[in-house]
T-cell receptor, first 114, second 112 residues
Framework: GAGVSQSPSNKVTEKGKDVELRCDPI?????LYWYRQSLGQGLEFLIY????????KSGLPSDRFSAERTGGSVSTLTIQRTQQEDSAVYLC????????????FGPGTRLTVT | ELKVEQNPLFLSMQEGKNYTIYCNYS?????LYWYRQDPGKSLESLFV?????AVKQEGRLMASLDTKARLSTLHITAAVHDLSATYFC????????????FGKGTSLLVTP
């Protein structure tokens, strides 16, 4: 079956612009996770959803970051007023439910802020 | 705060040699993951270790878990060039919906 998909695969934006990153989880997976991978910080957890609810937003780096999930499926990560330090690969993962052993990762979105 | 430390961070080894990558973590956890990442690619799951003493093997890779020592190892046997990649261990925290806490990764280069 189809895996986790993310779009766009690459995004170049100017500093100060807003960007939206999209994640389509595996069908039927109720848990969805966003991670960020950067040279300086490595792989870091941002936020997770169980269904449409995000119980813990403490991993978001600043209030410029927000995420939502609708219909228990697609999730969007929005970064407002992008800064150069936001440049990274944003990875999405899904699992059947929180607590499921396997998390399946998407291909990522490479964000470059110029 | 859950911390995950891997060593070494960089490893260059000759084909045919054996080596071990270590992963230490700071608080108790009920599962540990090993992932592989090729350049420009996403994360590929290698192993999920769920209990003390768990050992899993796939090809030339073998992973083990000692929960009492909070230590996992990834052992490479008779390395081949195709194993060149970055290897991450990750541990599940007690909150955040079982989100993964990753080590910094071990960049492995296998040379002829």
């Amino acid at each position: 079956g189809a895996g986790v998909s993310q779009s766009p695969s690459n995004k170049v934006t100017e500093k100060g612009k807003d960007v939206e990153l999209r994640c389509d989880p595996i069908s039927g997976h109720t848990a969805l996770y966003w991670y960020r991978q950067s040279l300086g910080q490595g792989l870091e957890f941002l936020i997770y959803f169980q269904g449409n609810s995000a119980p813990d937003k403490s991993g978001l780096p600043s209030d410029r970051f927000s995420a939502e999930r609708t219909g228990g499926s697609v999730s969007t990560l929005t970064i407002q007023r992008t800064q150069q330090e936001d440049s990274a690969v944003y990875l999405c993962a899904s699992s059947f439910q929180t607590g499921s052993y396997e998390q399946y990762f998407g291909p990522g979105t490479r964000l470059t802020v110029t | 705060e859950l911390k995950v430390e891997q060593n070494p961070l960089f490893l260059s080894m000759q084909e045919g040699k054996n080596y071990t990558i270590y992963c230490n973590y700071s608080t108790t956890s009920d599962r540990l993951y090993w992932y592989r990442q090729d350049p420009g690619k996403s994360l590929e799951s290698l192993f999920v270790l769920l209990s003390n003493g768990a050992v899993k093997q796939e090809g030339r890779l073998m992973a083990s878990l000692d929960t009492k020592a909070r230590l996992s190892t990834l052992h490479i046997t008779a390395a081949v060039h195709d194993l060149s990649a970055t290897y991450f261990c990750a541990v599940v925290g007690s909150n955040s919906g079982y989100a993964l806490n990753f080590g910094k990764g071990t960049s492995l280069l296998v040379t002829p």
